[in-house]
């Protein structure tokens, strides 16, 4: 029987509401919320953290988070049975099976909880999370329409809810060092930023096994959610590099442009482009995706261009080639005036034009942005200071926004326009149309974070340039009835 219907929204919201009735079950934890006090660890001060998802990348965050010692995984949700047993096989003594999330958020025991669960449930996740006064860790990309990202910046907003995004490599030292040569100027006036991933899985792809029936223990009408309906395949299902071949998570662009265009945004502080123009298609691959091998974006900013460039078919990384074969390359190019820089993961590389510049410049660029605790410490140190980190939903959604518009621009196999101040697609209904996702009944994309809001003064401490995009919503002033995490704490959370 489909389980979408077992619990309504109307009794999950009830339950969220009441205190601890769906926890009576579950291993007694106090939450950090109950005992303890900001920065200060003890025995039974630690942050309760459910997981919804239990697939490959959930397994990795719960061996982030069994490191950390203020932290207890007390559920974990998951419609696949045999994925969620071996996950909470690995936290037994603390965390209860869920099979439907909605139940896991009524939890009034739970502090925070972690998405990680295949792209299209997203959105729909983090917004009933932050009305069910969770805070959030969501998994990249964070949304899959361009609707979506603005309904879960507003509920984050609404509901005061501390985020980060799961784009891990902005922690890491590498990408902060490439920030800081940006910033410090010695590359010169930057006009145009280049990018890419590519890998080549061949004609063949990731292979052709027949649709047929779900294995036992998969919920398979619950996995697909609001998402379209379609039969089930073992690939859709394997994993997360094997869902991007399938329209049904956008492809490897929204799969991977969020770790690699994060740069640029970051180092640049780039607001919303003003127009995305994308060609490609499925000019090569015949595996039993359907997703593009091939993606072409440019985006137009004032006075800037943005590039990204994807392929499943030909893995040639330019600067980045490294050793010889198949396999997959990215990276980044910040063409400035003086010079051009070139980064991934683990380079940073500088080719001076003439003699404006030397490559030995970038060495002595002072060390301006700190290094990170780590991408999940962050999170859980920002859980109890309230204050938000790095790759909250604020700052992510601008990153969000282009994907979408560039996703949009591929379907329409034109260019759309963009209104920064509004954010909207401005005269063009086709387009407009195509903004918000039609869910598959009975899920229903929250109204009440679709309408629109005035614009707001810019926060302290998040500047945004070239744009109005991170000045519309003003931080809450009043806590939703959920929220309990540091409850003195909780109207202080630093506005996104």
């Given at each position: 029987m489909?389980?979408?219907?077992r ?13 601890g ?12 919320s ?5 920065g200060?660890?003890?025995?039974n001060?630690r942050i ?5 998802g239990?697939?490959?990348q ?5 061996g ?5 010692p203020d932290v207890?995984i007390t559920?974990?949700?998951d ?6 047993d071996?996950a ?8 209860k ?9 009524a ?20 917004i009933?999370?932050?009305q ?6 969501l ?8 609707a979506e990202?603005?309904a879960v ?6 509901h005061?809810?501390?985020?980060q ?6 922690a ?5 060092r ?5 910033r ?12 890419f ?7 063949e792809g990731?292979?052709?096994?027949p649709?047929?029936?779900?294995p ?12 379209p ?7 859709l ?16 662009t929204?799969g991977m442009a969020p770790?690699?265009?994060d740069?640029?945004?970051?180092a640049l ?14 000019y ?7 997703a ?10 004032p006075?800037?261009?943005l ?6 078919v030909n893995?040639?990384?330019?600067d980045?080639?490294?050793?010889p074969?198949?396999k ?11 010079g051009?820089?070139?980064?991934d993961?683990h ?12 490559a030995e410049?970038a060495e002595?660029?002072?060390k ?13 140190d920002?859980l109890?200071?309230?204050k938000?980190?790095?790759?909250n ?6 990153i969000?926004?282009?994907?979408n518009?560039?996703?949009l ?10 209104d920064?101040r509004?954010?909207t697609?401005?005269?063009d209904?086709?387009?407009a149309?195509l903004?918000?996702p039609?869910?598959r009944e009975?899920w ?5 974070y ?7 003064a ?14 519309r919503?003003p931080?809450?002033i009043?806590?939703?009835s959920?929220s ?5 704490n ?7």
């Open positions: 489909a389980t979408s219907d619990l309504s929204r109307r009794r999950f919201l009830g339950q969220t509401a009441k205190a009735a769906a926890s009576v079950a579950a291993p007694y934890v106090m939450s950090a109950v005992l303890g006090a900001p200060r660890t003890g025995a001060d309760s953290i459910g997981l919804i239990a697939g490959g959930a397994n990795w965050h719960i982030q988070l069994l490191k950390q207890v559920a974990i949700c419609v696949w049975k045999q994925r969620r071996q909470v096989a690995r936290c037994k003594e603390t965390a099976p869920y099979h439907d999330y909605r139940d896991l958020l939890r009034s025991d739970i502090d925070a909880v972690l998405i990680a669960t295949p792209p299209h449930w997203h959105a729909l996740q983090a009933h999370a932050c069910a006064g969770k805070d959030i860790y998994e990249k990309p964070m949304t899959l329409s361009l990202g603005l910046l507003r509920a984050v907003r609404k005061n809810r501390i985020s995004i799961g784009t891990q490599i902005h890491e030292a590498n990408y902060r490439a920030v800081d040569i940006v410090s100027g010695i590359l010169g006036k930057i006009n145009v930023a280049r990018t991933h590519v890998l080549n899985d061949g004609p990731i292979g052709n096994p649709a047929g029936e779900p036992e223990g998969l919920d398979w009408e619950m996995w697909k959610g609001p998402g309906d379609c039969p089930f395949n073992p690939l299902v394997k994993s997360s590099y094997f869902h991007p071949s399938f329209m049904y998570s956008g492809g490897w929204p770790h690699i265009i740069l640029p945004y970051w502080e780039l607001g919303h482009p003003t127009c995305a123009t994308s060609s490609g298609g499925r090569i691959v015949r595996d039993c995706g359907d593009y091998d091939t993606h072409e974006v440019l985006w137009q900013y006075n800037f261009t590039t990204w460039h994807t392929s499943l893995s040639y990384g330019f980045n080639q490294g050793e074969g198949c997959r390359r990215r990276g980044v190019y910040f063409h400035g005036v003086n051009t820089m070139m980064a993961y380079v940073c590389k500088i080719i001076p034009e003439g003699d404006r510049m030397k410049d002595a660029v002072p301006v942005i700190p290094d990170s605790p780590g991408h999940h410490r962050e999170w859980l920002c109890r200071s309230r938000q980190p790095s790759c939903v604020g700052y992510h959604y601008k969000d926004i282009a994907i518009l560039a996703m621009s591929l379907k329409l196999g034109r260019s759309v326009r963009f920064p509004t954010e697609v401005p005269n209904p086709e387009a149309k903004v918000t039609q869910y009975p229903k994309l929250p109204t009440e679709l309408g629109w809001l005035e614009p707001v810019n926060p302290p401490g998040n500047p945004a340039r070239g744009s109005l995009a991170d000045q919503f931080r809450a009043a806590s939703d959920g309990r995490f540091l409850a003195r909780r109207l202080h959370a630093t506005a996104l």
